[in-house]
């Protein structure tokens, strides 16, 4: 009897919890589905209000055109690319071996007493809004690094044209610094928790075998972190070839591609923001709906190269994505 | 032609001022310009009150209806004429009691809100262009009402210089065709015999966002320089001129604030911003040869000079870069506020359709008392004659809207 009253009570149970998962399964399936949903009717609403353009230029005409002049009707998008590119990777090349070492400063080799408020402080960074880091990039920065361009530019800048003149200050240089102390807060947070991660055995086993901390840190913390390292780098930069205002502030927002990494120029971002709102000459809306597109595409494919790269050096099924 | 004859009928009863009203179709000098303003006649005015006729800038009350409407009316448009449009829809909220809400979102994007009927009226800093009327034209045809006048100036920063620099055509679109590019180039020299002029570089600094601004400088480089057309194009030829072009030359930076910010942050900065920017921020900006040949710094009066030409189209669609005007400054444009002629096919009551016109015939007259605090251009008074003709055109189904 009790126990036909308890199979009978369970049975209950699972039929309410078959119901209830059913309901929150589909819940979840909806939400997902409605997510990307939102991504595709996205990407198609683009590419059909930007078809004008593909038309009259064709997608690799547009992409690779280098002249971009709404007052002749003329449109092409590889300036933006290009500027797009060079400035992430600039960032990237500042920010992650700065990210690095303030990771490892915070999880090796800072007193315990100071990591926490030393973390926090970093950590905080990322909070501060992209336009105050654009204004003290406009205000600060700009003028600071200018006469560094110039010294740059009448030295190396007579043997490699990439590093000559014209220094007017806001330049992809100054975008690409800015975006890499935008980027240092993410990379380094995902970092150190990464570095914060490593097994203590190993750690203790190097110490004990009578090894320096950059021992540590040369043997276990990086080999070991690598994978979260790639992911952070990922992460970084997402945000560098998204970031719009801070960069339109600093980059001097020129349509022409700049001969030297200190003249001004634009990225896909920067351009959109610039120049839609009084986007009146023929096609020029159309042309920077396409460009939104093209941004589209240049991140997925950069973070797919770079989960690509992270997932060959670390056998793939280490981190979740 | 009606409206000709109401207006000689009117002057016929005011003799005295029908005199001045004669000589006031000729384009003298400024003392002129406020007599022939009071030459429009009273019966011009809305109201049955015999008001005295609106003189921009003088304290005289003119007569003005007040619909309430329901109490709002929306307009987008123009950053240029945002302050002044500000200005002016506070004191009419003051006046008559109807709140007008003005989205400052850039001439492109008011004249498509304005196409797309989401509010009672644009502003633009260019007329339109025979496609965007051809797009609008669902909501019938369109009245364009040119309120205020604004100049361009080329400001630079230069330390050690006691008087303005002079420039001319030629310089003007060297610099920023990226010709000239030290400040003792010898065009420059030319220019200002017996000013000692550094070798500094000259840095470029131009506006990265589309802009009316842009619009009236690019349109005086067309006007002047065969060579700027050629490499850098002059735009939708219906056009007054392109909003967005692609500099050969220099640094973009966005709004007024951010050329000033690019001008003042290098040594031997140049760039264009409006004249009320400059003015109020006491920034140095040169002395430019007009058409007539003569050095004009760009002041209120110059402004004027320059916008009072001795006849306009009567559609309203003008420039007014490089006039004839010998005191004229000549880097100069309008802002129009646009709406459509037959209210009844856009909007939903004739009561809204009448407040909407009451605050339009009040920026033109009454209005216009708020431009030159702001350092805007009034309207002279051959133009607002044609404005008042303007306005009175709108009507509902046929029926017009104003007496």
Redesign the interface.
């Known amino acids: 009897m009790t126990q036909s009253a308890h199979l009978a009570e369970l049975g209950g149970l699972r039929r309410r919890r078959w119901t209830g998962d059913l309901i929150f399964r589909l819940i979840l399936s909806a939400l997902t589905l409605g997510i990307t949903g939102v991504l595709g009717v996205m990407m198609i609403e683009s590419f059909v209000s930007a078809s004008p353009v593909y038309q009259k230029f064709g997608i690799i005409g547009f992409i690779t055109g280098v002249?971009?002049?709404?007052?002749?009707t003329v449109y092409g998008a590889w300036a933006f690319i290009y500027g797009t590119l060079l400035t992430s990777l600039l960032a990237l090349l500042i920010a992650v071996p700065i990210s690095v070492l303030i990771a490892l400063l915070l999880t090796e080799l800072a007193p315990a007493r100071l990591r926490g408020p030393l973390g926090i402080a970093v950590d905080l960074l990322a909070a501060v809004p992209s336009v105050v880091y654009g204004l003290w990039g406009?205000?600060v920065l700009?003028?600071a690094l200018r006469p560094l361009e110039q010294a740059i530019a009448a030295t190396l800048g007579r043997v490699i044209p990439f590093f000559g003149p014209p220094t007017?200050?806001?330049s992809y240089f100054a975008a690409g610094v800015i975006l890499a102390v935008m980027i240092v807060p993410i990379v380094s947070a995902v970092t150190r928790e990464v570095f914060a991660s490593t097994p203590r055995l190993q750690r203790e086993a190097v110490l004990a075998l009578g090894g320096t901390r950059w021992d540590v840190a040369r043997t276990v913390t990086l080999p070991i972190g690598r994978a979260g390292l790639l992911a952070a780098v990922v992460l970084g930069l997402g945000r560098a070839i998204g970031e719009t205002i801070a960069v339109?502030?600093v980059i001097?927002?020129?349509?022409?591609i700049g001969r030297s990494i200190f003249s001004?120029g634009f990225t896909l971002a920067s351009v959109i923001a610039?120049?839609f709102?009084?986007?009146?000459?023929?096609l020029?809306p159309e042309a920077l709906i396409a460009l939104g597109t093209v941004l589209l595409v240049v991140s997925v494919i950069v973070n797919a190269a770079a989960i690509g790269i992270r997932n060959r050096f670390t056998g793939g099924a280490r981190s979740g994505f | 032609m009606t409206i000709g004859i109401r207006r000689f009928g009117a002057i016929a009863i005011a003799a005295t001022i029908a005199i001045s009203a004669c000589s006031g179709s000729s384009t003298t000098a400024a003392p002129a310009g406020s007599a022939t303003r009071s030459s429009v006649p009273p019966a011009a005015s809305p109201s049955t009150a015999s008001g005295a006729s609106a003189a921009p800038g003088s304290a005289a009350p003119a007569s003005y209806r007040c619909t309430k409407g329901d109490g709002t009316l929306n307009g987008a448009g123009s950053t240029f004429i945002n302050p002044l449009l500000s200005k002016m829809a506070g004191d009419y909220n003051t006046k008559c009691g109807v709140q007008v809400n003005y989205q400052s979102v850039g001439s492109g994007a008011g004249v498509k809100d304005w196409q797309q009927n989401t509010v009672d009226f644009g502003a633009s800093d260019a007329y339109l262009a025979d496609s965007e009327i051809a797009a609008a034209a669902a909501n019938g045809a369109p009245i364009e009402v040119p309120v205020t006048f604004g100049a361009v100036v080329v400001a630079y920063n230069l330390t050690g210089l006691a008087s303005p620099i002079k420039m001319t055509p030629d310089i003007i679109a060297g610099i920023f065709l990226g010709k000239i590019t030290t400040w003792n180039d010898e065009a420059l020299a030319a220019a200002n015999p017996g000013v000692n002029l550094p070798s500094t570089a000259i840095s470029v600094v131009h506006r990265s966002d589309g802009s009316g601004t842009t619009s009236i400088f690019t349109h005086y480089l067309t006007a002047v320089s065969p060579d700027w057309v050629t490499t850098v194009g002059a735009g939708d030829p219906t056009k007054s001129a392109a909003k967005t072009v692609t500099w050969p030359v220099g640094q973009g930076a966005s709004g007024n604030e951010g050329v000033t910010q690019g001008i003042k942050g290098t040594d031997g900065g140049v760039g264009y911003i409006d004249v009320a920017y400059a003015i109020q921020n006491q920034i140095s900006f040169a002395d430019i040869k007009n058409k007539s040949g003569n050095f004009i710094t760009a002041t209120l009066a110059s402004v004027a000079a320059a916008a009072n030409l001795p006849t306009y189209p009567a559609d309203l669609r003008f420039n007014l870069v490089n006039t004839d005007s010998a005191q004229g400054y000549p880097i100069a444009g309008t802002t129009w506020i646009l709406v459509y002629q037959d209210l009844s096919k856009v909007l939903k009551s004739q009561d809204r359709a009448n407040a909407l016109v009451d605050f339009i015939w009040w920026t033109i007259h009454d209005g216009q008392a708020d431009a030159a605090p702001l350092d805007y251009g009034a309207l002279p008074a051959n133009l607002l004659a044609q404005d008042e003709a303007a306005v009175k055109s709108i009507n509902w189904a046929g029926a017009p809207l104003l007496p």
Do not use: R
């Open positions: 002249t971009w002049a709404p007052s002749f406009l205000l700009v003028p007017p200050g806001s339109t502030l001097g927002n020129s349509d022409n001004p610039n120049e709102n009084e986007a009146t000459e023929t020029h």
